[in-house]
């Protein structure tokens, strides 16, 4: 007896005694911005679906296409026999429109991230160790690509670009020839905050550092074309996702020609993993297609964003340095912060409680993920319910 489940239930006991046990619960995801959960329709301001292209007709009717041409399932891996003809078109599309010599598409953004970070980071490839600068508040499945590559990354503060420059300048002092690499986003997932590309791609191109940005939550929503903030600044390496703004699942990174050739050959997460399922790859062809397009979503949702913020600034809240589709309600405390996200849930609104670890201790907050598929009333409710939920648990 190994005993592993009387451990493995104490460490729940613990977080529950914690107030962090989480668990699955399910919902029946519906189009205009909506879940049914519990039985009860509630307005969805947890889901990063920004532009409602989960629901469709064109992503629909294209993943169906595919399933019915090539099945559901890819059999193997890209390098093996699942790299569809289909990939070379997504991927040319997606270098054009991110303004790179090469993208790849990868399985996940967490995969892609994970193993793109540990392939870059290799020190086989450098011939020397890597030192590696990343924004403290980076998405997780980065510091995933960092543990497996084995670097331990100097960390500066969040979105502070003279921090990042001081830990540069130290480290050139110290080891002067080593290869440097910055690792960031361009709009972060908790703050919703964006960052100044041109400063990054500049402090990168006077250090010499490989610059790396992650658009998970740029892509289809940021940008003339909805790629994103990177293009036209000459990052070496942007990663992003399908599974939020573009409305499906996946990840790609654009890059040059003969880094894409290396990570087809040394990124773990594209050679031992199964490529995408063709229905799944039917979605992506079809956004990548229709992204260029929603420049007017694109303005809505930037409209919507800018009218929460306002309405629950105006009430005395704090929306942080929020400047996207991402818009949080700090509230600090743990326990406060859940009992606003269930006075919300009672109201027929879904924005969960984020809370540590996700976010650093003491910031736990409401982050509420709108849409274009939101309409201005369901913005006005928020402005009207969120101030009232927070008065009720003072
Ligand atoms: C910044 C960031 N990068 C990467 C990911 C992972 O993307 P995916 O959900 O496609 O695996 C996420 C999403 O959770 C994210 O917020």
Redesign the pocket.
Known sequence: MHGLDALAAAALDRLAAAGRKRSLTPVERLPGGRVRRHGRELVDFSS?DYLGLSHHPALIERARAWAAEYGTGAGASRLVSGHLAAYQAVEARIARAKGSEAALVLV??????ASVLAALLDRALWEAEPLVFADRL??A??HAGLTLAGARARRYRHDDLDHLETLLAAAAAESPGAPRVIVS?TV??MDGDVSDVGRLAAIAARWNALLYL?E??ATGVMGAGGFGLTPGHGVDLA?G????GMGS???YVGCSAVLADYLVNRASGLIYATALPPPVLGAIDAAVELVPTLGPERARLAAHAARLRAGLQAAGLDTGPSASQIVPVILGDEARTLAVAAALEREGVLAVAIRPPTVPPGTSRIRFALSAAHTTDDIDRLIDLVPRAVEETR
């Open positions: 990063n996940s953004g967490w995969q892609a991230n980076i998405h499945s980065l986003e972060f997932s992650d998970a939550h990663m996702t399908f599974s939020k699942f996946g990840a």
